[in-house]
């Protein structure tokens, strides 16, 4: 079920956004979301933060961990481009995907329809409610 607000958001600027495998949908109208602090501003990360979805970022959100890591499941047409400082850090993620990205650094550049999921091994850390190292993780 979404958590759409009361208010009504027109369609051509509608981002719905829905985190797997959890099925937790927000909705917001494009541009208006405020900035939490956490990772590149409209990021899978920052919208977690500002609607209350927990997406692990142990290093703030700065690109320099992979806990953020996400399976882009719909929407990587609207999403910008991994750089190369998002890559290589991807290649440090456990079970990378084709469709992996960090949660962080794909920011959200239009309306659309956005799916992502959070990976097992990242749930799992979340289950257990205890901090998982990195070298865990692999
Ligand atoms: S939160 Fe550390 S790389 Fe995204």
Not at 22 to 34: A, I, L, N
Not at 96 to 121: D, F, H, M
Request: aromatic residues 6%; proline residues 7%.
């Amino acid at each position: 079920m979404s958590e759409a607000t009361e208010k009504s958001i027109p369609p051509e600027k509608l981002v719905r956004v829905t985190f797997q495998p959890e099925g937790r949908t927000v909705e917001f109208e494009f541009g208006t979301m405020p900035y939490e602090r956490h990772g590149k501003p409209m990021s899978f990360l920052d919208v977690a933060e500002n609607n209350g979805v927990f997406l692990d970022h142990a290093c703030g959100g700065v690109c320099a961990c992979s806990t953020c890591h996400v399976l882009i499941k719909a929407g990587e047409k609207g999403l910008t481009p991994a750089d190369d400082d998002e890559l290589d850090r991807l290649d440090m993620a456990a079970d990378q995907q084709l469709n992996s990205r960090l949660g962080c650094q794909a920011v959200i550049t239009r309306p659309g329809e956005y799916v992502v999921e959070i990976p097992k091994w990242n749930r799992n850390y979340v289950a257990e409610g205890k901090p998982l190292t990195l070298a865990e993780a692999k």
